[in-house]
């Protein structure tokens, strides 16, 4: 059944997230600056509603970009693959293609958000800007393959099919399924030809081996978190913490979180894994052993639980004292040894918690691996493989830190895909 009776899209986008709504827009807005008429554009999208994610971003807020823009943030097997891309639609023509749509931004630290502080309005301003550039949206549209002879045939669960002669899947990567995103595009992309990375949760809560975050679950502190892979640092950030049932939550956690995930092999970690707190600096270490010693000598028949009081909150306090020495609480202060201060001051500077993994891609805010960059044009975001056909956004083996760099990918890489695709450049490679 022809969902389109016959009709032939120009440009069909498969998804209205970030990326997507960024490609549509961008194709419209290239074909203007290039003297053409309005193309036909439609996007199909799985959702009731456009850019669902989105309304969840930065919890509410949308943190859509962020001060700090070196490429050190983006991951890819394929490094060259985002600098490419970014050369071409680097953050100041993201900003500016979210302003020409209406969205203002203001910055928190170096966080990037719109001025309103809500994702609804991102949303909203994106559904204004479709509107205005003719661009169909069908929703509760969900893809289930996608074909090619002279041009793209795009099959829905309803059974009706859609046709295109260029073509972009900009359906997210596999997380957070309650989303819309469950890596659907994986299949239609591996049925091209393509090759995808097994999809890997980032930005992700931490399981850990150590009781001691189920008995505080629920409690936060900042901390300067390092990750620590076989001996060595491999990541770190200083944040909040928040313990849980499980192990570590918290925006420090997550934001090391892509570096648990990359070396998971199988459900395994390839090597031991753990994080370690700094609760305090040399500085305040040397004063926190001096109100030790005064403690022993001032409230020596006090509990050792007491030891820490007011400077942790006390059930972290006690934690702390019972990581650190192997003996009852109940014992006094007086008990202390020169030894077990050193012990109690060594634990805050460094307290450390096996790590399990991460939980799993749906619990997590983005996705490491997908569609191989290899074999797409980080010039146009075209397949090299199948004519006609681009990728942008996170179904790409790319993935960001956390801070706005995910949503910042999002936008860029669709903004090039659009444009890609209303180029002359563009359409002579696309005949085969
Ligand atoms: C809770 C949460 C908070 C986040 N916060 C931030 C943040 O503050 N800053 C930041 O930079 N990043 C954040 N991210 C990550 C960011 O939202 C994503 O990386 C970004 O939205 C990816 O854009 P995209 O266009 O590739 O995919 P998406 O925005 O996920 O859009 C893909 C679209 O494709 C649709 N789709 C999927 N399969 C089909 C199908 N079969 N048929 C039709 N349509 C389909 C989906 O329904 C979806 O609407 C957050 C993610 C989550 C989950």
């Not at 989105?54 to 859509?64: E, I, P, Q």
């Not at 969205?103 to 994106?126: C, H, L, Q, R």
């Not at 990567?173 to 659907?184: E, I, M, Q, V, Y």
Request: a negative charge.
């Amino acid at each position: 059944m022809s969902g389109n009776d016959g009709k032939i899209y120009d440009l069909l986008i498969v998804g209205a997230g970030a990326s997507g709504m960024s490609a549509a827009i961008s194709f419209q807005k290239e074909r203007k600056a290039l003297g053409l008429e309005k193309g036909q554009v439609l996007i199909l999208e799985k959702n009731d509603r456009v850019g669902k994610k989105v309304l969840a971003t930065g919890n509410g807020r949308c943190n859509l970009s962020n001060k700090e823009m070196s490429l050190a943030h983006f991951h890819s097997r394929r490094d060259d693959f985002p600098k490419t891309v970014f050369s071409h639609v680097p953050q100041q023509a993201v900003l500016s293609f979210l302003s020409d749509i209406g969205i203002v931004t203001t910055s928190e630290g170096n966080k990037i958000f719109p001025m309103s502080k809500t994702a609804a309005s991102v949303v909203d301003a994106f559904r204004y800007a479709l509107e205005d550039n003719s661009i169909e949206v069908i929703s509760d549209a969900v893809v289930s393959s996608i074909a090619k002879d002279s041009v793209f045939h795009v099959s829905c669960e309803d059974g009706k099919t859609y046709s295109a002669g260029k073509l972009i899947v900009a359906c997210g990567g596999a997380c957070s399924p309650n989303l819309g995103t469950s890596g659907d595009g994986y299949k239609w992309l591996s049925s091209l030809g393509h090759k995808v990375y097994a999809p890997k949760p980032s930005i992700v809560q931490l399981e850990t081996e150590n009781a001691v975050a189920k008995a505080l679950s629920g409690l936060r502190l900042d901390s300067d978190l390092t990750l620590v892979a076989d001996g060595d640092v491999v990541a770190g950030h200083f944040g909040e913490v928040l313990f849980t049932d499980y192990g570590l939550s918290g925006p420090a956690v997550l934001q090391v979180s892509g570096e648990v995930a990359r070396r998971i092999r199988k459900d395994r970690l390839t090597v031991p894994m753990k994080v370690c707190l700094r609760l305090f600096d040399e500085e305040m270490l040397s004063n926190i052993r001096v109100e030790f010693i005064s403690r022993r000598d001032h409230f020596g028949s006090r509990s050792l639980d007491q030891i820490l009081l007011s400077i942790l909150p006390q059930k972290i306090g006690t934690m702390i004292v019972k990581t650190a020495l192997d003996r009852p609480l109940s014992m006094p202060i007086l008990s202390l040894s020169d030894q077990d201060i050193e012990k109690i001051i060594s634990t805050l500077r460094s307290w450390e918690f096996r790590v399990l993994g991460t939980k799993s891609l749906e619990f997590a805010q983005t996705t490491i691996g997908g569609a191989d960059c290899d074999e797409f044009d980080p010039e146009t975001m075209q397949s090299l493989l199948v004519p006609g056909l681009y990728a942008c956004g996170e179904v790409l083996d790319v993935d960001g830190d956390c801070g706005g760099y995910n949503l910042t990918w999002a936008f860029a890489s669709g903004i090039l895909a659009g444009s890609s695709c209303a180029s002359e450049k563009a359409g002579e490679t696309d005949g085969d």
